[in-house]
């Protein structure tokens, strides 16, 4: 029998060895269970040609041509990435609708003596649950946002929380992207559904009774959007916020984004996208400093005269939900930063 899935990442998932996705690589790509690998049963190419078939003969050709396909990639896979599985290995796979893919793979393994089993619905079940979870809610633990200022190293503070045992979610982790212009990251974004299932799995994975912890945002990081019910989440909660000097935090950015250090054209397109919301005189100003190498003084002038304004009128929005205000001199010891968030956490009603 088939397992019906009851959460995204539950105790039923992790009673077997291995999580294999059956589906082709594109699929696979997009999105995924976390912790599946990939085992086609059907390259991107076979499952176009088996799916012209069907449309343009008949769904018999499509399902002989299929099979012979799907049984020729499950022995590659079998004497390939399976061949060091024991006789007690437990796999669970799964396709789109955990249907012929699937179904196929499953019954050739079973014919080794594998214990193997699938998903009831397939991915379509298991994205199913995510929707529910990310759309309607709600998040299981009170949220608290950390807020402040672009350069206040509120990520990193995240990280120093959650490695003594505070319940965090990095936002701009999951979406690999640091929140603003200059925030976007050599490996890239992952897409919008991979995003949501990783968020929706450390959601179901929270503590009900203990706070949550996640960073002031915008609704978008890069491309990503936030999904509603953590959206409506970080609008409602309570907020600490970093209050930080200009110059700490423009020394901090400096180095924090080391990568822009070093390709100076990209910084120079970037500034290009910014002049038609400064004066003429501002940009060039940057420009020359940019040309100077003068990092420190060309993230204080972007810190001060760009995101500074744009982010007042952001938090601004949220005054009411604001419960303390963290003045910190420096971010030279962030250990101490983190020291005062979480003498202020432990005093949130």
């Given at each position: 029998?088939?397992?019906?899935?009851?959460?995204?990442?539950?105790?039923?998932?992790?009673?077997?060895?291995?999580?294999?996705?059956?589906?082709?690589?594109?699929?696979?790509?997009?999105?995924?269970?976390?912790?599946?690998f990939n085992l086609p049963v059907l390259s991107d190419d076979?499952?176009?040609?088996?799916?012209?078939?069907?449309k343009q003969v008949s769904p018999f050709d499509a399902r002989r041509m299929g099979a012979a396909m799907v049984a020729a990639n499950a022995a590659r896979h079998i004497a390939g990435p399976l061949a060091d599985?024991?006789?007690?290995?437990?796999?669970?796979?799964?396709?789109?609708?955990?249907?012929?893919?699937?179904?196929?793979?499953?019954?050739?393994?079973?014919?080794?003596g594998w214990r193997v089993n699938r998903i009831e619905g397939?991915?379509?079940?298991?994205?199913?649950?995510?929707?529910?979870?990310?759309?309607?809610?709600?998040?299981?633990?009170?949220?608290?946002?950390?807020?402040?200022?672009?350069?206040?190293?509120?990520?990193?503070?995240l990280h120093i929380l959650a490695a003594r045992g505070h319940q965090v979610i990095d936002l701009e982790g999951l979406a690999r992207h640091r929140g603003s212009l200059f925030g976007a990251v050599a490996e890239g974004q992952p897409g919008q559904k991979l995003f949501e299932g990783r968020l929706a799995a450390q959601i179901e994975a929270l503590d009900p009774a203990r706070p949550v912890i996640v960073e002031a945002e915008s609704s978008r990081i890069g491309n990503i959007t936030i999904p509603k019910a953590m959206w409506q989440a970080i609008c409602a909660?309570?907020?600490?916020?970093?209050?930080?000097?200009?110059?700490a935090r423009a020394a901090y950015t400096a180095l924090r984004y080391d990568d822009m250090v070093a390709d100076p054209d990209r910084v120079q397109a970037i500034l290009t996208r910014l002049a038609p919301q400064h004066p003429a005189e501002r940009i060039e100003a940057w420009r020359g400093q940019l040309a100077r190498r003068e990092w420190k003084e060309l993230s204080q002038g972007l810190?001060?005269?760009?995101?500074?304004?744009?982010?007042?009128?952001?938090?601004?929005?949220?005054?009411?939900?604001?419960?303390?205000?963290?003045?910190?001199?420096?971010?030279?010891?962030?250990?101490?930063v983190a020291d005062r968030v979480q003498d202020a956490l432990a005093r949130l009603p």
């Amino acid at each position: 029998m088939a397992l019906r899935l009851e959460g995204i990442s539950g105790p039923a998932l992790a009673g077997f060895d291995d999580v294999i996705d059956v589906r082709a690589p594109a699929e696979f790509a997009e999105d995924h269970l976390p912790g599946a690998f990939n085992l086609p049963v059907l390259s991107d190419d076979e499952r176009a040609q088996v799916g012209t078939i069907y449309k343009q003969v008949s769904p018999f050709d499509a399902r002989r041509m299929g099979a012979a396909m799907v049984a020729a990639n499950a022995a590659r896979h079998i004497a390939g990435p399976l061949a060091d599985r024991d006789g007690g290995w437990k796999p669970l796979v799964y396709c789109w609708r955990g249907g012929q893919r699937s179904g196929s793979f499953e019954v050739i393994l079973k014919q080794i003596g594998w214990r193997v089993n699938r998903i009831e619905g397939g991915y379509k079940a298991w994205r199913g649950l995510v929707v529910d979870l990310l759309q309607n809610g709600p998040i299981p633990a009170p949220v608290v946002v950390l807020d402040g200022n672009t350069g206040s190293a509120k990520t990193e503070i995240l990280h120093i929380l959650a490695a003594r045992g505070h319940q965090v979610i990095d936002l701009e982790g999951l979406a690999r992207h640091r929140g603003s212009l200059f925030g976007a990251v050599a490996e890239g974004q992952p897409g919008q559904k991979l995003f949501e299932g990783r968020l929706a799995a450390q959601i179901e994975a929270l503590d009900p009774a203990r706070p949550v912890i996640v960073e002031a945002e915008s609704s978008r990081i890069g491309n990503i959007t936030i999904p509603k019910a953590m959206w409506q989440a970080i609008c409602a909660a309570p907020r600490l916020r970093l209050e930080i000097p200009v110059e700490a935090r423009a020394a901090y950015t400096a180095l924090r984004y080391d990568d822009m250090v070093a390709d100076p054209d990209r910084v120079q397109a970037i500034l290009t996208r910014l002049a038609p919301q400064h004066p003429a005189e501002r940009i060039e100003a940057w420009r020359g400093q940019l040309a100077r190498r003068e990092w420190k003084e060309l993230s204080q002038g972007l810190l001060r005269d760009h995101y500074d304004p744009r982010y007042l009128k952001h938090r601004l929005r949220y005054a009411e939900r604001e419960r303390g205000v963290l003045a910190v001199e420096g971010l030279d010891d962030l250990e101490r930063v983190a020291d005062r968030v979480q003498d202020a956490l432990a005093r949130l009603p």
